[in-house]
C-alpha cells in the first residue's frame, strides 16, 4: 500500500485527493506527451489522482477525460509544466508536485529531484511511494 493512501486513512482530513484515474487514461496520456515517468508517480495517479496535502501542498492531476472529485482547481500537470516551459524554468525534468517546494522526474536519471528557483536541485529520491533519500547533492537542472 502507498504510504500516503496510509496516511490517508490514519488522518483523512489532512488530504483531499482528486480521485483515482483508470490506468488506460494515464497510458493514453503519456503516449500523447511522450512522458517517461517512473512507475511510482503512476501508481499515485491511479490510486488518488493527485491532490491536496495538509492544504499546503499538491499532487498535480494528469490531464485526463475522467471527472476529478471538487476540490480540484486547475492543479493539472500539463498547464504547470507549460508555464515553467514558457518561463524557460526546470529544462530536463517534469514537475508533478508543488506548494512549500517542488518535486520533479529528472528524465536524464529517471530520479526524483527538488528543483529551486536558482536552477538547482537539492534533494535526489530514488522513489516517490516509498521514503528513501539519495545522499544530498547539489547540480544543476538546466
Known sequence: MLILLRDTQKTPRMFSLFGAIPLTEIQDWLRRTGVVLPSDVIEVWQETGGGDVFESETILRVTVASIPNRCFVEDDIGRINGACAEEGKFGGLHVFHRRLFRSAVR??????????????????FLCFTRRVV????????R
Open 107 to 124: 528524465f536524464s536519471e529517471q530520479r526524483f529531484v527538488t528543483p529551486t528557483e536558482d536552477g538547482l536541485y537539492g534533494q535526489r
Open 134 to 141: 539519495v545522499p544530498r547533492a547539489q547540480g544543476r537542472v
